[in-house]
C-alpha cells in the first residue's frame, strides 16, 4: 500500500477513494480500521471512520489506531480527510487530530490545510473557504446544526483548535511556480500548518506536486487530484460495475438546502416519501418496521427522510438535548437500514454523513469496492461479499435529481 486515508466520515471516504480509483490506483474503503493485513494489490487504502463530530478524544484515539495500521502496511504517504466545508467547531475535531497525527509521525514537514473540491463550488481564495461565489460563513453551513460553520477563514477558524502556529499560500504563490517553496518558509517561521489556497483542478495538481516526499497531508478529496500520477498512475475508468437488481430504499437524515431541494424533486417527480417528524421518533411513535414494511409496498422509489430545516432541528435539539436528538436518529435509520437489507433490499441510497455512517455501522461492513461516479464526490459502491450496492452522499452533494440517478446507477 502506497497511500493510507484517514477519513473523517463515511461520504467522504468514498469521495477519496474515487478520486484515487479514478486517478489509476487500486483503492480499498475500508468502514473501519482492519484487523488483519490488507490485500497485497490494494495501492491506496481508506479507512471510513465517524469521527467528524465525536468527542475529540475519541476522534484522536481512532485516528491513530487507523494510523498506525495504514502504517503497518507500508504507506508512504497518510492523507487525513475531513469536510471539503471544514465541519468542524472551535473546540476541534480536525486540529486535534492534525496535532496527534504529526506527533506520532514525528512530521517535520509543513503539513498542507487544504479543502478545496473546485467540482462541487469549494474552492479557497486568500484563507478563506468558499461554497460557489458565497464564503462559507455566509452560505447555509452557518446553520449546521453540529458543525456551524461561522467563519470562513480557515487560518483563523484553525487556530481556534490547535497551538501549532496556521500559515498561508496564497494563489499567486501557487501560479506563480512557488509552492514548496512558500510551505517551507511558512514552516521554517513556525507556522507549520498551512493554509493553501486552490480554486480549480489545476492548482492541486500543482500543490501535490509541491507537496512531493511530504508525509502527511490533509483536506478534501481534492487534495488527492495530483497524487496518483506521483506514484507513476494515469487516470482510468473504475473496474466494470455490476449493480443490484431488485428493491432499492433511499434514506435521508440531511437537513441541508441541497438535499432538501432533493427530496422535493423526488416527491414532484413521482417518487414515493415518507416524511418522518423527529419528534415522532424522539417520542417512539414510529418504529423501523413500520417504515420498512411501508418501503417494501412501494412500486416507485421508496424515500424515508428525517430532513427538517435546521431551526426546527435546533428548536428540538434544546428540547431534547442534542446528542440524543443525533443518537434517536442515527440509530433509526441503522436498524431501517439492517431490516431493509436483511428483507431483501439490495440497493441503498444514504443521504448525510452522520445518516451513512449510522447505517454503514449498523449493517456490520468491512469494505467497499468503489465503482463509477454517480455525481461529483459520491461513488457507487458494492459491499465486498454481499449482494448490496450503496450510494453514500454528503447532505451538500449530488445533482437535484440524485435519488433516482443513484437508484438507476446502483441498478
Not at 469521495?15 to 479514478?22: F, P, R
Amino acid at each position: 500500500m502506497k497511500i493510507g486515508v484517514i477519513g473523517d466520515d463515511f461520504t467522504g471516504s468514498s469521495d477519496i477513494a474515487l478520486t484515487l480509483a479514478q486517478g489509476g490506483m487500486q483503492t480499498t474503503q475500508y468502514v473501519r480500521t482492519p484487523e488483519g493485513a490488507c490485500d497485497p494489490s490494494v495501492e491506496a487504502g481508506v479507512i471510513s471512520l465517524k469521527s467528524r463530530s465525536c468527542p475529540v478524544q475519541e476522534a484522536v484515539d481512532q485516528s491513530l489506531e487507523a494510523l498506525h495500521w495504514l502504517k503497518a502496511q507500508g504507506c508512504e504517504l497518510i492523507i487525513f480527510k475531513y469536510c471539503s466545508t471544514f465541519d468542524s467547531t472551535k473546540q476541534g475535531n480536525i486540529g486535534p487530530v492534525i496535532d496527534a497525527l504529526v506527533n506520532a509521525l514525528q512530521c517535520t514537514d509543513p503539513v498542507i490545510v487544504c479543502p478545496a473540491f473546485p467540482a462541487t463550488g469549494r474552492t479557497i481564495y486568500q484563507g478563506h473557504l468558499f461554497v460557489f461565489d458565497t464564503l462559507l460563513s455566509d452560505s447555509s453551513l452557518r446553520n449546521h446544526p453540529i458543525t456551524p460553520m461561522t467563519d470562513s477563514d480557515l487560518r483563523r477558524w484553525l487556530a481556534h483548535q490547535t497551538a501549532t502556529p496556521v500559515g498561508h499560500v496564497p494563489l499567486s504563490a501557487l501560479r506563480a511556480g512557488e509552492a514548496r517553496a512558500t510551505l517551507l518558509s511558512e514552516a521554517a517561521a513556525g507556522r507549520r500548518y498551512v493554509v493553501c489556497d486552490a480554486v480549480d483542478d489545476n492548482d492541486l495538481i500543482v500543490l501535490a506536486n509541491a507537496a512531493k516526499g511530504f508525509g502527511l497531508l490533509t483536506g478534501g478529496s481534492g487534495i488527492a487530484i495530483g497524487l496518483p500520477a506521483l506514484y507513476g498512475k494515469q487516470a482510468a475508468d473504475v473496474p466494470a460495475w455490476s449493480g443490484q437488481p431488485g428493491n432499492a430504499l433511499a434514506l435521508s437524515g440531511s437537513c441541508s438546502v441541497t438535499t432538501l431541494a432533493q427530496v422535493d424533486h423526488h416527491c414532484q417527480s413521482g417518487g414515493a416519501h415518507k416524511a418522518i417528524a423527529i419528534d415522532e421518533l424522539l417520542n417512539g411513535q414510529v418504529t423501523p418496521e413500520q417504515v420498512v414494511e411501508w418501503a417494501l409496498a412501494q412500486q416507485a422509489l421508496p424515500l424515508v427522510s428525517t430532513s427538517d430545516s435546521p431551526d426546527n432541528v435546533k428548536s428540538l435539539q434544546a428540547k431534547f438535548g442534542a446528542d440524543h436528538t443525533a443518537n434517536t436518529i442515527e440509530q433509526f435509520f441503522g436498524e431501517v437500514a439492517r431490516l431493509a437489507v436483511s428483507s431483501g433490499i439490495g440497493r441503498l441510497i444514504c443521504a448525510g454523513g452522520e445518516t451513512s455512517g449510522a447505517i454503514v455501522q449498523a449493517l456490520d461492513l468491512e469494505a467497499l469496492n468503489i465503482g463509477p461516479m454517480i455525481d461529483p464526490g459520491v461513488p457507487a459502491l458494492n459491499v465486498s461479499g454481499q449482494n448490496l450496492a450503496l450510494a453514500l452522499k454528503s447532505g451538500n452533494f449530488g445533482s437535484e435529481d440524485f435519488f433516482a440517478k443513484a437508484n438507476k446507477m446502483l441498478a
